[in-house]
């Protein structure tokens, strides 16, 4: 199973900004998908979540009433809307996936670089 992430780049503080992740492979489950961040010199952080069958969400408070996570079941893809960046938000996102009711984020894909400067 892959996780495929898209989207980043460099942005203006206050823009806005989309990553998305869409899974592949064999056949596989998911309970949720989610989005954590590592920015440089700190350890990697929850940012959003989706529970894939029902859409409940949860957000970090950093991020609460900015960012938006949304799901796409047919196309296996989680999208993190992005808006008001600030220079904070500036990491490396990751997107994840639990496969299992437990929650837990077992399978990662690929990072992919936020940066906010002007």
């Known amino acids: 199973v892959q996780l495929q992430a898209s989207g980043g780049g460099s942005v203006q503080p206050e823009d806005s900004s989309t990553l998305s992740c869409t899974a592949s492979?064999?056949?596989?489950?998911?309970?949720?998908m989610g989005w954590f961040r590592q920015a440089p010199g700190k350890e990697r952080e929850f940012v959003a979540g989706?529970?894939?069958?029902?859409?409940?969400?949860d957000y970090s408070d950093s991020v609460k009433d900015r960012f938006i996570i949304s799901r796409d079941k047919p196309e296996l893809t989680a999208t993190l809307q992005m808006n008001n960046l600030k220079y904070e938000d500036t990491a490396v996102y990751y997107c994840?996936?639990?496969?299992?009711?437990?929650?837990?984020?077992?399978?990662w894909g690929q990072g992919t670089l936020v940066t906010v400067s002007s």
């Open positions: 994840a996936r639990a496969p299992l009711s437990d929650g837990k984020y077992t399978h």
């Open positions: 492979g064999p056949s596989f489950t998911i309970y949720s």
């Open positions: 989706i529970k894939w069958n029902v859409g409940d969400t």
